[in-house]
């Protein structure tokens, strides 16, 4: 049903009485326009008018739907954009005028008189003291209970950790933006550090997946929970950038608050931006937000520092992701970049001691294995994620399959063998004694397994698309492979209500999404589909992984999980990456990233083909010195029949090159 924009609006946008002030002040003239005014204008819009304010404007129909068909059916970012661009082609001055008599003349009066007074917002009460001292109470009553409890184990989710029972210190690294070397940073010093002798407004936390970027977050948040840190801001707001998608900043915050709480999350709006030095943002997880930069929802704009300038942000991101920030000049000046390495050895054992805690039999015996077994020391048990899940197998495995873990070398191999665990797990709580009858176990494990390969297919149009959070009714194809899925452990289900904006344009109802644990969880599992279209689907196959090596660095997890689960796909995505290096044809993929991916395979056919690339590509020497990952340096081991390895450093690093071929 279509609205009318000018009664809709005299409905919304004129003061209830009680709303105005008893005494306004003088009347100033407003300023130029501003991209926040141009946002909440876009959002006042009624969907039905986009094409008429479109035409007026000057577009021409096929503009107006290529803005619809650029903002993937989000209409309020195709009138952002349209009004965005309509502006580059006006005078700032003249700008104000000339919108609001465009306004006029298609009968939008109200809008109209809003854009000319520079009043957008004005209709919004605005937020008292003791209100907003209501919603800072619930934002941390809600932070301690969603973001700062932590479920280590996941196939128990009635154990959760209290935060400074497990939180074990990160390793942080600040960028010399000069040299691009780093230095050690103390978590102390985080809204310390400066660019060119000035504080940042933004700071960018970088780091690879599992290494502890998403609990540094819930750290932040903790501390200021608890008065240990942060104390300057009266907010410190966290938000999940998985969990946005193009909600405003109102409308988080309002998802935060409990019902009783009447605030508007257009008042809640508001006040944030009118206090932004009160307010630190932490946005977790840039590589995980729907969609890319260019849609103009109100994250993305903060993020490209085009709103909330004058407060703090601190954005975690996977590197493919932060390069988009790098790559803009104007940002690269602004931003400070910080790297998270995970745990140093202590911190690698101090952790193991929390997890056991206070049984320190297992823990004495984990950080044993781990300190006599190079492979894993260096290359899994700095990551958090990998650490959890060392914990978990070691505390259920007996002795024999303790044994096995012995062997693991690479990411996939550990990832393969907690999958196996998790389905172990889970079959172990049925009633064998009904089951397991003519083969009825090894039948159902296939069946499991079946289903988890069909998430994969989920899995991997969601990370094509850069989608981490789903409907339940995205699985309707795939009948019984959700619960299976949260009976195992790979995913987990949540009812979320929609926001104001989604309920205006679609549906009234909250939704069942599902989520996988962690993006690994989900790689891992879209691994095993692309893997598995090799032999049963190849010209998908192909199709696919065409468009993935051209992402190649983004989909580097994905990459790994792949190749490690049969040696003709390994070779194959091998073969595919060396054509690209030697294409030139992108610019993400180098020497480095294919021993990466091919240590992963662990295939000697696999191995061989790097090889012969590498002594064709680059020097027959190889040197390995104190910038190189573990796992880069492990890969290169794992071809060095083909190379010969000296180092330029440390006699420690060429101890630990001879100890790790061994």
Not at 5 to 23: F, I, K, Q, T, Y
Not at 224 to 243: E, N, T
Not at 364 to 387: G, K
Request: net charge negative.
């Amino acid at each position: 049903m279509k609205r009318n924009c000018s009664s809709d609006m005299a409905n919304v946008l004129l003061p209830r009485s009680g709303d105005l002030e008893p005494n306004p002040g003088p009347i100033t003239k407003p300023g130029d326009l501003s991209e926040r005014e141009l946002h909440l204008l876009a959002d006042f819009i009624d969907p039905s008018d986009f094409r008429k304010v479109g035409l007026a404007l000057g577009f021409t129909e096929a503009k107006l739907s290529w803005f619809e068909r650029d903002n993937t059916g989000i209409l309020m970012g195709a009138t952002y954009k349209m009004l965005c661009e309509w502006l580059k082609s006006v005078g700032h001055q003249e700008a104000r005028e000339e919108l609001s008599n465009k306004l006029h003349n298609i009968n939008l009066v109200q809008l109209a008189e809003i854009v000319q007074k520079g009043k957008v917002d004005d209709h919004v009460p605005s937020m008292t003291e003791e209100e907003f001292q209501q919603v800072i109470k619930a934002v941390k009553e809600y932070s301690a209970l969603h973001h700062c409890q932590i479920q280590a184990d996941p196939l128990n989710s009635g154990v959760l950790f209290k935060f400074d029972e497990i939180f074990t210190n990160l390793m942080l690294m600040e960028e010399n933006k000069r040299t691009t070397s780093k230095a050690s940073l103390l978590y102390a010093d985080l809204l310390k550090t400066k660019v060119n002798g000035v504080l940042p407004k933004r700071l960018l936390v970088e780091g690879e997946g599992g290494v502890g970027k998403t609990t540094l977050c819930a750290k932040i948040a903790w501390d200021w929970i608890h008065g240990a840190g942060y104390q300057k801001f009266k907010l410190v707001l966290l938000i999940l950038l998985r969990d946005v998608s193009d909600k405003t900043i109102g409308e988080i915050i309002k998802s935060y608050l409990p019902d009783d709480i009447e605030i508007t999350a257009m008042q809640l709006n508001k006040h944030i931006f009118s206090h932004q030095k009160d307010v630190f943002l932490v946005l977790d997880g840039l590589d995980e937000l729907a969609g890319d930069l260019n849609n103009p929802h109100q994250i993305a704009l903060i993020i490209l520092n085009r709103l909330f300038k004058s407060g703090r942000v601190l954005i975690t991101s996977r590197g493919w992701k932060s390069d988009e920030i790098r790559k803009i000049s104007e940002l690269r000046k602004l931003y400070a970049f910080i790297a998270v390495e995970g745990f140093s050895a202590n911190n690698l054992s101090a952790y193991i001691t929390k997890f056991f805690h206070p049984d320190t039999t297992p823990a004495e015996d984990l950080n044993r294995f781990i300190s006599n077994n190079d492979v894993i020391r260096e290359n899994m048990a700095p990551f958090p994620i990998y650490t959890v899940m060392l914990c978990i197998m070691w505390k259920d495995f007996d002795g024999e399959r303790r044994s096995a873990m012995s062997k693991l070398q690479t990411f996939s191999q550990l990832f393969d063998e907690m999958i196996h665990f998790l389905v172990d797990h889970y079959l172990s709580k049925l009633d064998t004694s009904a089951i397991d009858v003519g083969g009825k176990m090894d039948r159902k494990r296939k069946d499991i397994l079946r289903h988890l390969s069909d998430i994969g297919c989920i899995a991997l149009q969601g990370l094509h698309d850069r989608k981490l959070v789903f409907t339940e009714q995205e699985f309707h194809s795939l009948p019984g492979s959700v619960d299976t899925g949260c009976q195992v452990g790979v995913l987990t289900k949540q009812t979320q209500s929609p926001s104001p904006r989604e309920r205006r344009h679609h549906s009234h109802s909250a939704v069942s999404s599902v989520q996988f644990p962690h993006k690994l969880f989900q790689e891992y599992l879209a691994g095993m589909y692309l893997s598995s279209l090799h032999n049963s689907g190849r010209s998908e196959y192909d199709r696919l992984m065409m468009d993935i090596i051209g992402r190649a660095s983004e989909f580097r997890e994905l990459l790994y999980f792949t190749s490690a689960q049969q040696k003709e796909v390994g070779l194959d995505i091998i073969t595919r990456l060396i054509a690209s290096i030697l294409s030139m044809e992108y610019g993400d993929v180098d020497d480095d990233f294919i021993v990466d991916v091919a240590y992963e395979s662990q295939d000697q056919t696999v191995a061989k083909a790097v090889a012969d690339h590498l002594l064709t590509s680059s020097s027959k020497t190889l040197v390995i010195g104190e910038e190189m990952p573990a796992h880069t340096e492990a890969g290169h081991i794992f071809i060095m029949n083909h190379r010969k390895v000296v180092s330029k450093f440390s006699k420690a690093i060429h101890t630990r090159t001879a100890t790790s071929k061994s």
